[in-house]
Nanobody, 121 residues
Framework: QVQLVESGGGLVQAGGSLRLSCAAS????????MGWYRQAPGKQRELVAD???????NYADSVKGRFTISRDNAKNTVYLQMNNLNPEDTAVYYC???????????????WGQGTQVTVSS
């Protein structure tokens, strides 16, 4: 069984920074894409950034130049460094990992529990 644990959310003033972490544990053979999504009140969940096992990154236009996604494969952990935050970044942030639990199984989507990020103006 695989579990994801997120940490790092909180309240910050506009212009501030936060770093989110998402660590996977359990039976894991490999992790392909690791990503971060967010959902603001009344809005659909949207992709913030993702990173492939080879290190290729992809960002939403709204966060380019401000957010950086990275991963530590030895720790099965993905990070999201968020700089120059603004109130529009306020949302619940979820990590999403594409995990193959064992070599003879396919790839499955796993989601973190979500962490609240609130940016005050």
């Amino acid at each position: 069984q695989v579990q994801l644990v997120e940490s790092g959310g909180g309240l910050v003033q506009a212009g501030g920074s936060l770093r989110l972490s998402c660590a996977a544990s359990g039976v894991i053979f490999s992790i392909n894409v690791m990503g971060w999504y967010r959902q603001a009140p009344g809005k659909q969940r949207e992709l913030v950034a993702d990173i492939t096992s080879g290190g290729r990154t992809n960002y939403a236009d709204s966060v380019k130049g401000r957010f950086t996604i990275s991963r530590d494969n030895a720790k099965n952990t993905v990070y999201l460094q968020m700089n120059n935050l603004n109130p529009e970044d306020t949302a619940v942030y979820y990590c999403n990992l594409h995990i193959t639990p064992t070599y003879y199984l396919g790839e499955y989507d796993y989601w973190g529990q979500g962490t609240q990020v609130t940016v005050s103006s």
